[in-house]
């Protein structure tokens, strides 16, 4: 049990309170959560907090704003109740997508760090950030810890034959992510490239330079003719490429013609194409989140259909899995199983509609970093072991 501490639990993910509190042999303190009739978040601690170290888990949740408000009313009314420290635990940060500015838009993760520290907020603890460069957004210190350590426990502990399997990233941004989870496994990885149509200078769409037309043939950039005339040989030798990949693909060779088109919500399409051998061999499709799984989906069916995976693994830190997006794993045939935290509540209507679904515990991650924070020693060790 921790001296002079105090755990209060938001109404976001109850659950893993729960679980933290049991671990640390501390229980949570008393605390009303209320709304009006007019929507408005009412809270009161009560208990006294005053000089106490005082720690609150509130996690993203379905209803996002709602968890951030309540967040910050609970981190106000600690600091005005004359709490020694106060620490938020967010196991999944609110708005995390929305590290970067796209055109006129505003850097939310950023705003959402800014108002946890208005609130009055000393000291952050969160767990496997969208990007890392959001560590930068904090005015307080920020614990970012990794579910990796958990994942590979899991991995090793319920994949059979796992040393032969390959870590797989669904895009370029996630190489980092997949190359540290496969270094720390010994085990090889792979990268899915998902290449866009993009406009030409005609405005026509310009497709995957490496597609192959039916008659073995591609088409190359739109360039001038002295540049064409310059690069014959150059031409030859793709062309000598590409068709020896078309007969591959009628020969049956499906590590060598592995190349799928697919489309969005709005038609446009794309193509996806390995960098990696994945044939005959399980494969951890790793991200962190899943949220809406089409680019997911997309993926295992190009690792299964198209490079001869002998099964698929998805594996991610936060379970978001938005609308139906369960059911569509369920229904998914290349999809072997699911497999997320419990940083994100995903209510239980989902859990029973997805028998794919596991879900790994990470509160003794979290409460080992309560204990180590409060204590002052280093959190580090969490990096790369698990409780």
Excluded at 30 to 36: C, G, P, W
Excluded at 67 to 81: K, T
Excluded at 226 to 255: F, H, P
Excluded at 346 to 356: D, H, R, T, V
Aim: hydrophobic share 40%; net charge neutral.
């Amino acid at each position: 049990m921790l001296r002079n501490t105090k755990i209060i639990a938001g109404s976001s993910h109850p659950e893993l309170a729960s679980l933290v509190s049991k671990r640390l042999g501390t229980p949570l303190a008393e605390t009303t959560l209320k709304k009006f009739s007019n929507k408005e978040t009412s809270v009161e601690i009560g208990v006294s907090i005053r000089n106490e170290d005082v720690f609150i888990i509130q996690s993203g949740c379905h209803e996002m704003n709602d968890s951030i408000i309540e967040l910050s009313i609970l981190i106000q009314a600690a600091r005005i109740g004359s709490a020694k420290r106060v620490t938020a635990v967010l196991p999944y940060f609110p708005y995390s997508k929305q590290s970067k500015r796209k055109g006129r838009t505003c850097i939310t993760a950023k705003l959402v760090a800014n108002m946890l520290a208005v609130a009055g907020v000393d000291h952050i603890i969160t767990m496997d950030l969208h990007a890392s460069q959001m560590q930068g957004f904090f005015q307080r210190p920020v614990d970012n810890l990794y579910a990796e350590p958990s994942i590979a426990k899991w991995i090793t502990q319920n994949v059979p034959n796992w040393q032969e399997g390959v870590v797989v990233s669904k895009n370029a941004g996630g190489a980092k992510r997949v190359t540290s989870l496969a270094d720390a496994l010994r085990l090889d990885f792979a990268l899915i490239h998902k290449d866009r149509a993009r406009a030409g200078p005609q405005g026509h769409n310009r497709p995957y330079s490496g597609m192959p037309k039916s008659n073995g043939s591609v088409r190359l950039a739109e360039d001038d003719e002295d540049s064409l005339g310059n690069t014959e040989m150059e031409e030859d030798l793709m062309m000598a490429s590409i068709s020896s990949l078309t007969e591959a693909g009628v020969n049956g060779d499906i590590m060598n013609a592995a190349v799928s088109v697919v489309a969005n919500t709005e038609g446009e399409e794309s193509t996806i194409t390995l960098v990696g051998d994945v044939k005959g061999k399980p494969v951890f499709l790793t991200d962190d989140m899943v949220d809406n799984c089409t680019t997911f989906l997309d993926a295992a069916d190009h690792l299964i259909k198209k490079c001869g995976a002998a099964k698929v693994y998805i594996i991610a830190t936060h379970g978001v899995l938005s609308g139906d997006a369960c059911e569509k794993i369920q229904n998914c045939d290349s999809v072997y199983k699911l497999v997320v935290t419990n940083t994100f509540p995903i209510p239980k209507e989902k859990m029973a509609k997805c028998s794919k679904l596991e879900i790994i515990d990470i509160s003794s991650t979290l409460a080992e970093a309560i204990r180590r924070t409060h204590n002052g020693e280093s959190v580090s060790y969490l990096f790369n072991h698990v409780n």
